[in-house]
């Protein structure tokens, strides 16, 4: 007999209909939040126990003593690289990443490692390294859905997407951006806007958002007036700082790249090399303490403040310098709103520059930051759409709609047509996808054809077709006329059948030798899909091909081994990528 707890765990996947998908989802959204608040109260415990006081990191760390600035990001390193050496140590079949385990794997999150890999980003943020810390956020929301459903035996299909609702309400927690942290799922990680997979990720992030708000938590990030009067030339600065966010995007990304390769190259421990991050970032703290953290507060003083070129320049140069050595080293944790705070920088230096010209645009510097941090994000992670709703969310500025479409826009089409680095694998793997159906939709027949050897003319003799048979080693020869047209397939049985019966091999190939119920031919003008059905059903290795006239004439042959081979490749690809949108969408299966 069923044990108690057995039962309730079954009693889960029996309920879980696609009626009751959204009632999950709001209990993933309840998850997340309160992974999120979690995640807020460790850190606090650790800023208290190192300083005596707790709250945003800027003003924690600009209570350190000059040892404290130099020593506490140095052992928070340390410690992050040992608990991440920790999580290595766990075997284990489950996904470390939740993008991965979303969009590739089963849904199943390891908890150990997951574990020691929050914990490795608490110590770092903690301690004031300039690392953003939604990535530990969101990956806590959607480890904790995952050993919710596991709890309850629910199946892999609908465990992806208890998954992907927990990471949604862990961006709408962090950034109280609910349509953004649906959006920000539902494009990055499962390339989708189904309403399947949209319905459920809304409402988990909506769930969340709320308790957030229930919890005192709520503030708004960037508040901000709106402005609903804009020049033809502050338009037109937006187009360009599309450009400018396109091109740089992608450089500020391979830097990062650059210097997580010069760290790996560095002959000490990760341990020891993420301590040394940690020193440097000590040295950028006593030179500017603005940079700690993941720079919103940096963000909000942009926005409210004027700054002068000449600092502007300066904190925008340490902040990139201590975001390098930080991600370098090997620290875990999110870009995201570090990648939006070097947008807003870039951006109001824009500005200072286009005000030698146009001295009115200095009226827009707030919203020209906005833009800056939207058409960053649009290009860092090739999701333009939630780059917009998120800027628009924090802010509660709708009148930055439009300029916001036509910067996010451009950067994301500049950044990808110069085939910039971006922030998430998973976008990778989905645009190499997005070349691989590229490539099966202008894949031709004409792409494999070959000249072939095994063809006999039919006036040839049965010694020359044994020959052909004798040097080639085929099962066929294909015959054609003095004109090329396509006869037919003269088969090695037959004429081994003629010789044994006749023993003449000076005469003459018969009609009746040369056959064409063997195989048939491919012709111009079939896809692929079409061919690999030919040679499926087919024993051989290779069909004759033939234009479309009539009578059809010989243009080449076809090997079995090379389309299958290019055809297994590309459908696995595109299986492997497009496994969660179809399984969504199937119904339920026990």
């Not at 990680?189 to 709320?210: D, E, F, K, Q, R």
């Not at 056959?515 to 024993?539: A, C, K, W």
């Amino acid at each position: 007999m069923m044990r108690p707890l057995d039962h309730f765990r079954h009693s889960g996947q029996r309920l879980f209909a696609r009626p009751s998908l959204l009632i999950w989802a709001v209990i993933m959204g309840c998850l997340g939040a309160g992974a999120t608040m979690l995640f807020y109260e460790s850190m606090y415990l650790i800023q208290y126990l190192l300083s005596g006081r707790s709250g945003m990191v800027n003003d924690v760390t600009s209570t350190f003593s000059t040892l404290q600035t130099i020593v506490f990001p140095c052992i928070g390193g340390l410690v992050a690289g040992l608990l991440l050496n920790l999580s290595n140590r766990f075997k284990t079949d489950a996904e470390s990443d939740y993008m991965e385990a979303v969009a590739l794997g089963n849904g199943q999150l390891s908890i150990p490692q997951g574990l020691a890999r929050i914990l490795s980003a608490l110590s770092v943020v903690a301690t004031g390294g300039s690392i953003g810390r939604e990535g530990p956020m969101i990956h806590f929301a959607a480890m904790t859905a995952s050993a919710f459903g596991r709890f309850f035996y629910v199946d892999a299909v609908h465990l992806r997407l208890l998954v992907a609702c927990g990471a949604a309400a862990g961006v709408a927690a962090a950034y109280n951006t609910p349509i953004a942290g649906a959006l920000f799922v539902a494009e990055i990680v499962i390339g989708s806007m189904s309403m399947v997979v949209l319905g459920p990720l809304l409402v988990a992030a909506a769930t969340s958002h709320l308790l957030m708000r229930f919890s005192g938590r709520y503030h708004l990030l960037y508040e901000m007036y709106d402005v609903w009067h804009y020049s033809t030339e502050f338009m037109l600065w937006a187009v360009v700082l599309g450009l400018l966010a396109g091109c740089a995007t992608p450089l500020f990304l391979r830097y990062l790249s650059f210097l997580r390769q010069t760290f790996k190259k560095i002959p000490l421990a990760l341990p020891w090399r993420m301590a040394l991050g940690g020193l440097c970032m000590g040295g950028f703290l006593l030179l500017d303490q603005r940079v700690a953290g993941n720079g919103d507060f940096i963000v909000h003083q942009l926005l409210h403040n004027a700054w002068a070129w000449q600092s502007l320049l300066l904190f925008l140069l340490v902040k990139v310098l201590a975001t390098g050595v930080v991600v370098g080293s090997g620290a875990v944790g999110g870009v995201l709103t570090p990648v939006m705070c070097v947008g807003a920088s870039v951006a109001l230096l824009m500005v200072h520059a286009a005000a030698l010209i146009f001295p009115e645009i200095n009226n827009f510097m707030p919203e020209f930051a906005l833009l800056g941090m939207g058409a960053f994000l649009a290009a860092a992670t090739s999701a333009p759409l939630m780059a917009m709703i998120m800027i628009i969310e924090m802010s509660q500025n709708l009148s930055l709609a439009a300029p916001l479409i036509f910067s996010c826009t451009i950067a994301y089409a500049v950044a990808r047509f110069f085939k910039g680095l971006v922030m998430y694998h998973v976008t990778e793997t989905r645009e190499q996808s997005d070349l691989l159906r590229s490539r099966l939709r202008h894949l031709h027949i004409e792409d494999f054809i070959q000249t072939p050897q095994n063809v006999i003319n039919a006036n040839a003799s049965v010694k020359e077709a044994v020959q052909k048979f004798t040097q080639l080693s085929v099962r066929y020869i294909y015959v054609v006329d003095d004109e090329n047209v396509y006869q037919g397939v003269i088969a090695h049985k037959d004429v081994t059948e003629l010789l044994f019966n006749s023993g003449d091999m000076q005469q003459l190939i018969k009609d009746s030798l040369i056959s064409r119920r063997y195989l048939q031919p491919l012709t111009i003008g079939m896809t692929l899909d079409q061919i690999q059905e030919h040679l499926v059903n087919f024993s051989g290795e290779r069909l004759p091909v033939l234009d479309q006239q009539e009578p059809a004439h010989l243009i080449g042959v076809i090997y079995k081994s090379e389309v299958l081979a290019k055809y297994s490749e590309i459908k696995r690809s595109l299986d492997n990528t497009d496994k969660v949108v179809l399984d969504l969408h199937a119904p339920n299966s026990k």
